[in-house]
């Protein structure tokens, strides 16, 4: 069925790094208001704002202190209005994010929980009993140490998946669900128009809370308990039913462990439940024994069978995300492309090409659409990342890595390198802050920024806009069914869409070397590529071309 969301382009912003209106070093929301006619320059129609809210910013506005304040060092309510109504100006939908699978130590609901057993907000959270002076279980947090925090008052543990200021929310209390309900009313109400739900297919948890399998660092692994739990798609559709049914939204489950399966039971359309999922397989490719803190190599080949496995998968049931990077992940670029001077544009519009062109939704994160790349930073200290700066300390202190082993892993795959600020342009810190910015700009701003490639008809930000108006002009590429080619090939990614009687090739060479196929198709025109075609089954590196057939 034809839905707006289908159609849209999303860009998402990582409100702290892009873009600073007042010298504090820090971004804010009238910086963004400053930067709408800019988004709406490149096209884009809907706006991820990552959280805004009031936060002690134990891992940057992902631990919500309170959800219908905004935080002060991101501006007032009244700027979030303001911003609102000029994105709406533009064309540009809100998509808030939605963190309820935790809140912060910090919100009223724990403060009150943890201040006695008998509070009416002690089941807002999950407390339980330890095993022998152990915790309730062997599980381990995604940020380091153990998932349970010890709390001598009550000498009971609360569950906590990521850091212990960020406590899991117990979703089997109705009372706390119609919180979350009645909080996202207030946001439709005041006109947002959507939701990104972080780890939403994390609120279930196995009423039984076994010990999981224990992994290298000495915890268990819960996941199997928790991703995807017992009541995950009854809660689903019954936010549905409360809340998103009652407005026209867009909303995306963020889902680390979702299957093809289990994402036809989200996004089928007779569901009720959402309109599409974040899966992790592709930015996982090339994790090692420790994930991604010590990486390996990765082939074409297992993107393309990861890529095709979703998008046949979501051929009739359900709808696809698109991404290639976000404030978790590492530069698009630096990752799946070449961020050497000679081909960073080049790889960057062959990914994009790629990307824009497999069917579901496309997100552009903020920098990617002009090319920004990884930062390596030598010293520890230049990192801000939770993530990041436990892993270093755990992983180097039990003597799991090295110094040089995990920073070759933080170079590659840190959160941080997605959240050095925006460049906007050469002048100092990138013209992203006037004052000291939170964590240092890349380096490299003095030729990577927004306003070179806006000047630049050839950029990569030209680019974008080219494929985002192609989107609109062509229910193809929306709608059209894909096909994969040459599925063994280490070097080309090559693919067919076809819709209504039409059909496009879709060409791009991941390698540094020329490359000649032999395909068994008559070009016609060619729609749009990232150079001037030789000739169509000759791909130069990083080349990248779509064809009408
Ligand atoms: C996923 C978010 O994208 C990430 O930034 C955050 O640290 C965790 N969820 C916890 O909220």
New binding site residues.
């Given amino acids: 069925m034809k839905q707006w969301w289908k159609e849209a382009v999303v860009y998402q912003i990582y409100p702290r790094s892009f873009n600073d209106s007042n010298g504090d070093g820090i971004g804010d929301i009238q910086g963004i208001t400053e930067k709408m006619s800019y988004l709406a320059e490149l096209g884009i129609d809907v706006i991820w704002l990552s959280p805004v809210y009031d936060s002690p910013n134990d ?1 940057n506005g ?1 631990d919500i202190r309170d959800y219908r304040a905004i935080m002060d060092e991101f501006g007032t309510m009244d700027d979030f209005d303001a911003m609102l109504e000029e994105a709406h100006r533009h064309g540009i939908k809100i998509m808030m994010d939605l ?1 309820v699978n ?1 809140s912060s130590d910090e919100h009223q609901w724990f403060m009150e929980s943890r201040s006695s057993k008998d509070s009416p907000y002690r089941d807002y959270y999950i407390w339980k009993k330890g095993k022998d002076g152990q915790p309730p279980t062997n599980w381990g947090a995604f940020f380091g140490g153990s998932a349970w925090q010890y709390d001598e008052a009550s000498d009971e543990y609360y569950l906590h998946l ?1 850091s212990k200021k ?1 406590p899991d929310l117990n979703w089997e209390s109705e009372t706390l669900r119609r919180e979350v309900y009645d909080l996202m009313t207030y946001w439709l109400d005041k006109g947002v128009d959507g939701f990104r739900m ?2 939403i297919n994390m609120i279930s948890k196995d009423p039984s809370y076994p010990d999981g399998q224990t992994q290298g660092t000495g915890y268990g692994d819960g996941t199997p308990f928790f991703f995807n739990g017992p009541r995950i798609h009854e809660f689903m559709q019954e936010m549905n039913r409360e809340v998103l049914s009652k407005y026209d939204t867009i909303t995306v489950g ?1 889902m680390p462990g979702v299957s093809v399966e289990e994402a036809k039971l989200y996004t089928g359309e007779d569901r009720n439940e959402l309109n599409m999922v974040f899966h992790f397989e592709h930015v996982d490719v090339g994790n090692g024994s420790f994930g991604k803190w010590n990486p390996t190599d990765w082939k074409l080949t297992e993107l393309k069978t990861i890529f095709s496995r979703w998008q046949e998968g979501l051929e009739e049931e359900g709808w696809n995300s698109l991404y290639w990077s976000n ?2 992940q590492p530069r698009a670029i630096s990752r799946f492309g070449n961020d050497s001077p000679e081909y960073r544009v080049r790889s960057g519009k062959m990914l994009a090409t790629l990307l824009h062109l497999l069917k579901g939704t496309p997100y552009i994160y903020q920098g990617e659409e002009f090319g920004m790349t990884n930062v390596a930073f030598d010293s520890i200290d230049q990192y801000r990342d939770i ?1 990041t700066l436990n892993a270093y300390r755990d992983y180097t202190s039990k003597g799991l890595l090295t110094h040089d082993e995990i920073f070759r892993g933080i170079h590659e795959r840190g959160r941080d390198n997605s959240r050095t600020p925006v460049q906007w342009s050469d002048e100092a810190h990138g013209g992203f802050t006037t004052g000291t910015p939170w964590i240092e700009v890349n380096p490299n701003y003095v030729d990577i920024n927004a306003e070179a490639a806006q000047k630049d008809p050839n950029s990569l930000f030209h680019y974008y806009r080219q494929l985002i108006a192609l989107r609109k002009a062509n229910p193809l590429v929306v709608y059209g069914k894909y096909e994969l080619l040459l599925p063994e090939d280490e070097a080309i990614y090559a693919f067919t869409r076809s819709f209504e009687g039409e059909a496009w090739l879709v060409l791009c060479n991941f390698s540094g070397d020329t490359q000649q196929r032999d395909l068994p198709y008559d070009v016609k025109e060619r729609v749009i590529g990232n150079m001037e075609p030789i000739e169509p089954f000759t791909l130069r590196p990083y080349e990248a071309q779509v064809y009408k057939l």
Avoid: G, K
Wanted: proline share 0%.
């Fill in positions: 891992d992902y963190v935790h990521f960020q972080d780890v963020e404030h978790d993530e």
